[in-house]
């Protein structure tokens, strides 16, 4: 892949720390919610890459190359008050387990919107697996109010060597959630009660990546 335009997003989210055996919320308390979808899994498998002096981590920009799930590709994520902004890109054929190949389109977004134009080489700083169960959370209308996600992960930070397990929950916004930030704002709060009433907590972490690496 040479070129091409991206798929853009902005992800509106919430993250929490959960126990391995900690129940699931009845998310049909949440204010809006009606049906919660049925299980879906799915494996994923991503490669994040930096520099060698971690300048797009700095940046809080995020690059990984993901299989598995309806949104396998190239992903860039850059992280801002708002929420994450993502580009995505489909898989490429460049790229192996072996040797992961930036394609040319990714590259170039990284220089034209993120400004590194002279990014230098690429690795992989981790690899992150996550056995992922999602369920649809919609309205009586049958609209995603959002997508909650029971996440276990399995991390190796490559440059160290270091692997950690977890578990963690997402809530993550859909297109009939609250489009006001007073809204949202109580949707989160309420999920948050949900979610501490099961013994689970906000995250402290605001990525997988970072908690992979250690911050």
């Given at each position: 892949?040479?070129?091409g335009?991206?798929e853009?997003?902005?992800?509106i989210?919430r993250?929490?720390?959960?126990?391995?055996?900690?129940?699931?919320?009845?998310?049909r308390?949440?204010?809006?919610?009606?049906?919660?979808g049925?299980?879906e899994r799915?494996?994923?498998?991503?490669r994040?890459?930096?520099?060698?002096?971690?300048?797009?981590?700095?940046a809080a920009?995020?690059?990984?190359?993901?299989?598995g799930?309806?949104?396998?590709?190239?992903h860039?994520?850059?992280?801002?008050?708002?929420?994450k902004?993502e580009?995505?890109?489909?898989?490429?054929?460049?790229?192996?387990?072996?040797?992961?190949i930036?394609?040319?389109a990714?590259?170039?977004t990284?220089?034209?919107?993120?400004?590194?134009?002279?990014?230098?080489e690429l690795?992989?700083?981790a690899?992150?697996?996550?056995?992922?169960?999602?369920?649809?959370?919609?309205?009586?209308r049958?609209d995603?109010?959002?997508?909650f996600?029971?996440?276990?992960?399995?991390?190796?930070?490559?440059r160290?060597?270091?692997?950690?397990r977890?578990?963690?929950?997402?809530?993550?916004?859909?297109?009939?959630?609250?489009?006001?930030?007073?809204?949202?704002?109580a949707?989160?709060a309420?999920?948050?009660?949900l979610?501490s009433?099961?013994?689970?907590s906000?995250?402290?972490?605001?990525?997988?990546?970072?908690?992979?690496?250690?911050?």
């Amino acid at each position: 892949m040479t070129g091409g335009d991206a798929e853009r997003t902005l992800e509106i989210e919430r993250k929490y720390d959960v126990g391995d055996e900690t129940p699931i919320p009845d998310w049909r308390e949440l204010a809006g919610v009606t049906t919660v979808g049925a299980p879906e899994r799915r494996a994923l498998d991503a490669r994040y890459l930096d520099t060698d002096d971690g300048r797009l981590g700095r940046a809080a920009v995020a690059l990984r190359r993901r299989t598995g799930g309806p949104d396998e590709g190239w992903h860039i994520k850059h992280a801002t008050p708002e929420g994450k902004h993502e580009a995505r890109w489909p898989l490429d054929d460049a790229s192996t387990d072996a040797e992961i190949i930036v394609p040319d389109a990714v590259t170039a977004t990284l220089a034209a919107e993120h400004g590194f134009g002279a990014v230098g080489e690429l690795s992989t700083v981790a690899r992150i697996r996550n056995e992922r169960t999602a369920y649809a959370l919609r309205n009586a209308r049958g609209d995603l109010v959002a997508e909650f996600v029971d996440d276990r992960v399995s991390a190796t930070d490559v440059r160290r060597g270091v692997e950690t397990r977890w578990r963690e929950w997402e809530l993550e916004l859909g297109p009939a959630a609250p489009a006001d930030d007073e809204g949202r704002d109580a949707l989160f709060a309420a999920a948050d009660a949900l979610v501490s009433a099961v013994g689970g907590s906000v995250s402290a972490s605001g990525s997988k990546l970072g908690r992979a690496l250690g911050f």
